[in-house]
């Protein structure tokens, strides 16, 4: 993945005045600048503290200020974050997953990563030894590539939400199913294979947490010159698991109860389960896995 930089606006008459130089900046930082901005722009420091006290510079940490407003945008005070830990850090950790689209905004302070760590207010630090080629600049704001921000979540994020997170980055082809091999133990063991819905990562959660043994998620079966891909089996049991939802799944209901049919004419076993079931009825589920056979681990 590569950034391209962006080219810098042209600025008309007037280019010479630092003020106009702090505005084409700010434009392209999401409305973030440093100290080091400022004065590359012509400010010295006082000039800084006197825009301060104007209001035209509001700041948002130690040496970074927002311009013309204090309401920065989500991208904003990511890269405020960053900027306020120095040259060498980068967004990382949950901020990185969020800014590729890979887990959902939380109220938090925004993850950076540095080579030294230094407590900073508003910000979680962290520390790593190196990022060689594990660094990218991705809208303005330089964060850890996905494969690196998916391996610093393993350590820290519940295996539910990993799976999804590891999920949308195979859904946006940020990483290749190969790079899950290698994405350190807890990857490989959480996630056997993607799954594609929302209502699969309930109904995986719900079958691992009950205690079941691990299973096949969305391998591709051959039956009669046909290609059915369940999106559970354990195949020596022949038992499959269909997470039932018109929402999550493409097919039709004809669809369905015609895969359903040629399945159990080659002698599968097919359990449905609905998100209702998978979420507010979870002990009633299990009990009927276990009935239709399904391994304990």
Known sequence: ??????????????????????????????????????????????????RVRAGRLHPIHRGVYAVGHPRLTLEGRFLAAVKACGPRAVLSHRSAAVLWGLLDPVERYPDVTVPVKRERPGINTHRTRSLVDAVVVHRAIPVTTPKRTLHDLARTLPDKTLRRAVREALTQRLIRPQDLAAGGPRIRAI?????????????????????????????????????????????????????????????????????????????????????????ERRRETVRRLRLAGAPLD
């Open 1 to 50: 993945m590569e950034w391209v930089p962006r080219a810098r606006s042209p600025i008309r008459a007037g280019a010479d005045k630092p003020d106009t130089l702090v505005a084409a900046r700010a434009a392209e930082q999401w409305g973030a600048v440093s100290t080091a901005d400022l004065r590359g722009c012509g400010l010295t420091r006082d000039a800084i503290l006197h």
């Open 191 to 279: 996630v056997p294979a993607p799954t594609r819905s929302v209502l699969e990562d309930m109904v995986l959660d719900l079958i691992l947490t009950a205690g079941f043994a691990r299973l096949d998620v969305n391998v591709p079966l051959h039956i009669g010159g046909a290609l059915v891909i369940p999106d559970f089996r354990w195949p020596a049991e022949r038992l499959i698991v269909e997470a039932d939802g018109a929402a999550y799944h493409a097919h039709t209901r004809d669809e369905d109860a015609q895969r359903q049919a040629l399945l159990e004419a080659h002698g599968e076993r097919v359990l449905r389960i609905t998100y209702a079931q998978a979420t």
